[in-house]
Structure formats: C-alpha cells, structure tokens
C-alpha cells in the first residue's frame, strides 16, 4: 500500500469510529442558589449570592477531562441584615470595590459513583486562592437538564475575609459552610 492508500483507510476508519463530543452545561440563574452558613456572637444566619453563572463542560469520554468553571458577584451577597450586608463591602471583609467577583475553576474531577463526581479544583476569593475538594451529586432532571448540588465548609481566614481586628476574634465564626444547588441546561 503506498503512503496515499495508506492515509484514506486511516481516514475513513477514523470516520467510523464513535466520537462523543465535550457536552457544555450552562447554569441557569432563576433555578440555582449559591448559599452560605456563618456564625455571629455562636449564632448561625444564613446568606446568599444572588448573583453567579457557571458552567459545566462535560467529555463523557473522559470526564478526567470535564471542566467545571464558576464566576460569583459577591457584591450580591445577601445576609437579611442591611448592616451586615453593608460591613461585608468593607476592605476587612469582601471589599467590593477591589474584589467584587470570586472563581471556581476545577482541576480535576473523578467519578465517585453513577452520580456523584468529586471535585478538586482553585476557589479564588479576595486575592486568595486555594485548592478545595468537595463532592458534588450531579442528576438529570430532563434530557436537557441536569442538577449539581454540593455542601462543603470553608475557612474564612484562608481568603482574608474578616482581617484586620476580625481575625482572630471569633465573635464571627471562622467556619463557613458554603451549599449549593444549580440546575444547568446542555448548551449544544
């Protein structure tokens, strides 16, 4: 066989082959919620972001492969108390007016069972970033939509939210416990 004949049974055997194509998820805002559990003075409140997208692209051939990727307003944060709302804008806290979104971008992820994925990857928050780890169940509701729910805590001091006289002051919690439940819809 010469170097051409060669090359379109290659091609053509190529062709026939089945190809399962990356499948991108995204997240759909009026359907999902970003919430948080912290503590003031022992007692817990409950916040929220109102605001994010994410988005979810999925190699069913190599879900080593798939990509979660996360972007939140954290200028949307909603505790039910204007003053609260109001103290996390300040540098000490969020401060907005430097750090206004936080990311997620996953590093890896493996399949844990049919479906629950673990989800290793960087959360950037402030100019802090650090790698977390967390299970996520991920289940069809439809043919073309899917739902993630996770639950995992984080230390607040590990993105310097609370510095300066709140760092070691436990009178606000250093654990948070971050949950989240997003419907995403298949884009293509």
């Known amino acids: ?21 990356t499948q991108q998820w995204l997240s759909i805002a009026d359907q999902s919620q970003i919430k948080f559990i912290a503590s003031y003075d022992n007692a817990e409140f409950e916040g929220q972001f109102t605001r994010f997208s994410s988005q979810f692209n999925i190699d ?13 307003d954290v200028t949307s944060a909603n505790t039910q108390s204007r003053d609260r709302d109001q103290a996390l804008a300040e540098e000490d806290w969020f401060y907005f007016s430097k750090f206004p979104q936080a990311t997620f971008n996953s590093q890896a992820i493996t399949i844990l069972n049919d479906d629950l994925f673990e989800v290793t990857g960087l959360l950037t928050i402030r100019d802090q970033q650090k790698e977390i780890t967390f299970p996520m169940q991920w289940q069809a509701i439809n043919d073309q939509q899917r739902q ?38 298949l884009a293509n």
């Open 1 to 21: 066989m010469n170097n051409l004949t060669t090359f379109i049974a290659f091609t053509l055997l190529l062709a026939t082959l089945p190809c399962a194509a």
């Open 60 to 72: 069913p051939g190599n879900i080593t492969a798939s990509k979660l990727l996360s972007n939140i």
């Open 148 to 185: 993630a729910q996770a639950r995992f805590t984080l230390d607040r001091r590990d993105y310097d939210i609370g510095i300066g006289e709140w760092l070691e002051d436990e009178t606000i919690g250093f654990n948070v416990q971050v949950i989240f439940s997003v419907t995403y819809e």
